[in-house]
C-alpha cells in the first residue's frame, strides 16, 4: 500500500501526522502538489510537483493510485475516481469515503455549487479542530494496522 496526499489544501497539522505515519510504519507516501513544499528527509516520504492548473495534482494521483492504496483529500471528485480504483480515501478530517457514501457525497457538492453559482452564501467548512484531528490520526491508524495484518 502506498499514500497519496492531495498536499495543495491538505493541512500542515495533517501532513505532520501522515509523516510520523510513514516512519513509523515505513510505508511509501508521496505528497504531490503544484507548488513546492518542505517535507523531512526520509526514505518513505516524497514530493511531487505538477505543474499549475485546475485539477492537475487531483488527475496526477488518479493517475498513479493503485488498489490497495489510501488517498488523502477532501476533493469528492478525486475520491470518487480514486474508490473507482480500489483505493481507500481518508478526508483530512478523518471521514472515510466509501463506495456507500460517494454518490450522496458528489450530489451534495454538486448541489452546493450550484447555490454558491446562483449567488448564496454557503460558508465554507469549519476550521480543523484537536477533534477532527484525533479522528483522522486514528482512523489512518486503523487503516495502516489493517493493512499491517493483511
Known amino acids: 500500500m502506498k499514500i497519496w496526499v492531495d498536499a495543495d489544501a491538505c493541512p500542515v497539522v495533517i501532513k505532520d501526522i501522515l509523516f510520523r505515519a510513514a516512519e513509523r510504519t515505513q510505508t511509501q507516501t508521496t505528497l504531490i502538489a503544484n507548488h513546492a513544499m518542505r517535507i523531512p528527509p526520509s526514505?518513505?516520504?516524497?514530493?511531487?510537483?505538477?505543474?499549475?492548473?485546475?485539477?492537475?495534482?487531483?488527475?496526477e494521483i488518479v493517475k498513479r493510485v493503485e488498489g490497495g492504496d489510501l488517498v488523502i483529500s477532501s476533493d469528492i471528485p478525486l475520491a470518487a475516481e480514486a474508490i473507482e480504483k480500489g483505493a481507500t480515501v481518508l478526508s483530512p478530517r478523518g471521514e472515510l469515503y466509501?463506495?456507500?457514501?460517494?454518490?450522496?457525497?458528489?450530489?451534495?457538492r454538486d448541489f452546493m455549487d450550484s447555490l454558491?453559482?446562483?449567488?448564496?452564501?454557503?460558508?465554507?467548512?469549519?476550521?480543523?479542530?484537536?477533534?477532527?484531528?484525533?479522528?483522522?490520526?486514528?482512523?489512518?491508524?486503523?487503516?495502516?494496522?489493517?493493512?499491517?495484518?493483511?
Open 98 to 108: 466509501t463506495i456507500a457514501n460517494i454518490k450522496a457525497r458528489l450530489t451534495m
Open 43 to 59: 526514505q518513505y516520504i516524497t514530493h511531487y510537483q505538477v505543474t499549475k492548473g485546475f485539477d492537475v495534482a487531483d488527475d
Open 116 to 150: 454558491r453559482s446562483s449567488g448564496v452564501d454557503t460558508g465554507g467548512p469549519p476550521a480543523l479542530n484537536q477533534n477532527d484531528r484525533k479522528t483522522f490520526a486514528d482512523q489512518l491508524d486503523k487503516i495502516l494496522t489493517q493493512q499491517a495484518k493483511a
